[in-house]
């Protein structure tokens, strides 16, 4: 059976351009004690707005819900954060996105198992794209996770529709990894987002070995024709190749100051002051460094968001966010 897609209503006092779609999972976080609403597109989009606002950006998601009482709250959290909700399609069969979170109390880290078939398993093309010609937007925001389903049709279609310049946000999470997927990212991507642990597997995965870090990264950007490749080091901060070969890496602090309460969305958080970064024509290095800071101020909190706007008023004064233009 054919199930015709059912689009959210437009949002009211949204513009009809957005800087940045972001692609992908709309999901919750399902902890021992509680629920957090999240996935990394929906992060990155949480912060652009957040830190954002004030210079004019206005960042859209792209995703599918179910109709239940998750696809609610998740529209509700939306509506809050002053996201437009115009690309979140819903889905009558099919349930929200849902990850089941386990702490590992040895090492700290934490396991994820990503339910299937889920509703954002199945963002519909034709929507998709329809958001596309209405936002024209300057980037988008995608990553390796969401194509694991019949959503990468939709993923192609609105790169097509938009000719945006690509931010591709790898997250390998087993076993949703493919050599195919990746393959196909990477050949549409401008800039390539991940971290040193995924840097090392992908070279394997593609045949692409070296005797460092650099020299993998190096042969990743000549293969697919990357404009830029960011790894991230976690507390190490965080470094960057162009196709230049030009190397640039984060200015690390001699002492951490604070305990780290929690690194979920650590990365999702330094993705989106990288993003806001290229938008505002931020020096690389200067993008590297309050990228770095901002992700380690979110590794303060209990998970991937703060609670309110209050967070981002002192990056916003000390970045002058609402005094900087659009470039």
Same mark, same amino acid.
């Given at each position: 059976m054919v199930v015709t897609p059912h689009p959210v209503p437009f949002g009211p006092a949204?513009?009809?351009?957005?800087?940045?779609?972001?692609?992908?999972?709309?999901?919750?976080?399902?902890?021992?004690?509680?629920?957090?609403?999240?996935?990394?597109?929906?992060?990155?989009?949480?912060?652009?707005?957040?830190?954002?606002?004030?210079?004019?950006f206005d960042p859209m998601l792209v995703s599918r819900i179910g109709?239940?009482?998750?696809?609610? $709250?998740? *529209?509700?959290?939306?509506?809050? /954060?002053?996201?437009?909700? =115009?690309?979140?399609?819903? #889905?009558?069969?099919?349930?929200?996105?849902?990850?089941?979170?386990?702490?590992?109390?040895?090492?700290?880290?934490?396991?994820?198992?990503?339910?299937?078939?889920?509703?954002w398993d199945f963002i519909h093309a034709d929507m998709a794209r329809l958001i596309g010609l209405l936002r024209r937007p300057?980037?988008?925001?995608?990553?390796?996770?969401?194509?694991?389903?019949?959503?990468?049709?939709?993923? $192609?279609? *609105?790169?097509?529709?938009?000719? /945006?310049?690509?931010?591709? =946000?790898?997250?390998?999470? #087993?076993?949703?990894?493919?050599k195919d997927v990746l393959h196909w990212s990477l050949g549409k991507a401008e800039i390539v987002k991940l971290n040193a642990e995924e840097l090392d597997r992908i070279s394997d995965l593609l045949g692409l070995p070296g005797p460092t870090q650099r020299a993998r990264g190096e042969r990743l950007i000549g293969s697919y024709n990357l404009r830029q490749l960011l790894v991230t080091e976690g507390a190490q901060g965080a470094w960057l190749l162009d196709a230049d070969t030009h190397y640039f890496h984060t200015e690390i602090p001699l002492q951490t100051s604070f305990e780290v309460v929690d690194s979920v969305g650590a990365g999702d958080a330094f993705a989106a002051v990288f993003l806001l970064g290229l938008l505002l024509?931020?020096?690389?290095?200067?993008?590297?460094?309050r990228a770095h800071h901002f992700a380690g101020e979110i590794c303060r909190l209990r998970g991937a968001l703060p609670g309110n706007d209050e967070f981002y008023q002192p990056f916003i004064a000390e970045w002058q966010l609402g005094q900087e233009a659009k470039s």
């Open positions: 949204h513009g009809m351009q957005s800087d940045v779609l972001l692609f992908g999972e709309l999901l919750v976080d399902c902890f021992a004690d509680r629920e957090v609403i999240g996935g990394a597109p929906f992060n990155v989009a949480r912060h652009l707005r957040g830190l954002g606002r004030h210079a004019g109709k239940d009482e998750r696809g609610a $709250r998740m *529209l509700a959290k939306m509506q809050a /954060a002053d996201l437009a909700i =115009d690309g979140i399609q819903q #889905d009558l069969l099919r349930p929200s996105g849902e990850v089941r979170v386990t702490l590992d109390e040895a090492s700290r880290t934490h396991r994820f198992d990503i339910l299937p078939d889920q509703a300057q980037w988008l925001y995608f990553g390796t996770l969401a194509q694991r389903g019949g959503s990468k049709t939709a993923l $192609r279609t *609105l790169l097509q529709t938009t000719h /945006a310049r690509a931010f591709l =946000d790898i997250n390998l999470r #087993d076993p949703w990894v493919r024509d931020w020096p690389v290095r200067l993008r590297l460094q």
